[in-house]
Nanobody, 122 residues
Framework: QVQLVESGGGLVQAGGSLRLSCAAS????????LGWFRQAPGKEREFVAA????????YYADSVKGRFTISRDNAKDTLYLQMNSLKPEDTAVYYC???????????????WGQGTQVTVSS
């Protein structure tokens, strides 16, 4: 059972930056592919970024490519999402997720954090 806890959300002006963290309570953290998803009010949960177990490959949604960077530190059992050039449309609850195989759909991930709110003001 992998427990994930996100942190780092908050309120930021458009054009600003935030770094989200996702800490895991599982010694086999390095065995899992990890992803970030987000969900805005009234919308479905959508893919943001994903990273393979060793960080060797990363994937991004077109809407965040070039602005967001996903990374992981397996020694610290922590996943990160560096978000730059934030836009109001990035406002959402951001969730980290883990599973053995990497994917870009929410139903491909078995373990989820509780989410952290990111609000970007115009």
């Amino acid at each position: 059972q992998v427990q994930l806890v996100e942190s780092g959300g908050g309120l930021v002006q458009a054009g600003g930056s935030l770094r989200l963290s996702c800490a895991a309570s599982e010694r086999t953290f390095s065995s899992y592919a990890l992803g970030w998803f987000r969900q805005a009010p009234g919308k479905e949960r959508e893919f943001v970024a994903a990273i393979t177990w060793n960080g060797g490959r990363t994937y991004y949604a077109d809407s965040v490519k070039g602005r967001f960077t996903i990374s992981r530190d397996n020694a610290k059992d922590t996943l990160y999402l560096q978000m730059n050039s934030l836009k109001p449309e990035d406002t959402a609850v951001y969730y980290c997720a883990a599973d053995i195989l990497i994917g870009v759909r929410p139903n491909e991930y078995h373990y989820w954090g509780q989410g952290t709110q990111v609000t970007v003001s115009s």
